[in-house]
């Protein structure tokens, strides 16, 4: 996408470092959603292009509207199934009166958004005071 630009000319155009280019088109990282709108926008094409492509040789559609934004998620994460997760994970441990660490709920979130996608069901309290008690004895 960046033609005949550097890495370094990308790199400043979109607000990132030479060697953060040189990692995205390693595939090492990848882009974040306001990069992702930078680069669309610079190359004139939609996120979803970027994010999902065509076939192989397939030109990008173009944007009608450049300024036109686009909220990009890594295409395996379902905002929606995030937004429920956190909200399971805050409810229980408010309710359990369970004291986590940033990292804890980090995780307790990770594992009821695992379930939300698995299932297609929210767990009950039974299975996430599993899965909390789970993240408990890792850390002890």
Not at 27 to 49: M, Q, S, T, Y
Not at 96 to 110: K, N, R, W
Request: charged share 25%; with cysteine; glycine share 8%.
């Amino acid at each position: 996408m960046r033609g005949d630009l550097t890495q370094a000319e990308f790199a400043a155009i979109i607000g990132v470092t030479q060697g953060t280019v040189n990692k995205y088109e390693k595939g090492a990282i990848f882009p974040g959603e306001d990069v992702l709108n930078k680069i669309a926008d610079h190359c004139g094409v939609r996120v979803e292009w970027l994010l999902h492509g065509e076939e192989r040789g397939a030109a990008p559609q173009l944007l009608e509207e450049p300024q036109q934004i686009y909220l990009a998620t890594r295409p395996a994460l379902m905002v929606d199934l995030l937004v429920r997760a956190n909200g399971l994970t805050r409810k229980f441990i408010k309710a359990a009166g369970i004291i986590f660490t940033d990292q804890q709920e980090a995780q307790l979130s990770a594992y009821i958004y695992e379930y939300l996608e698995e299932y297609h069901a929210e767990p009950g309290e039974v299975v996430i005071r599993r899965l909390a008690d789970l993240i408990k004895k890792q850390e002890g």
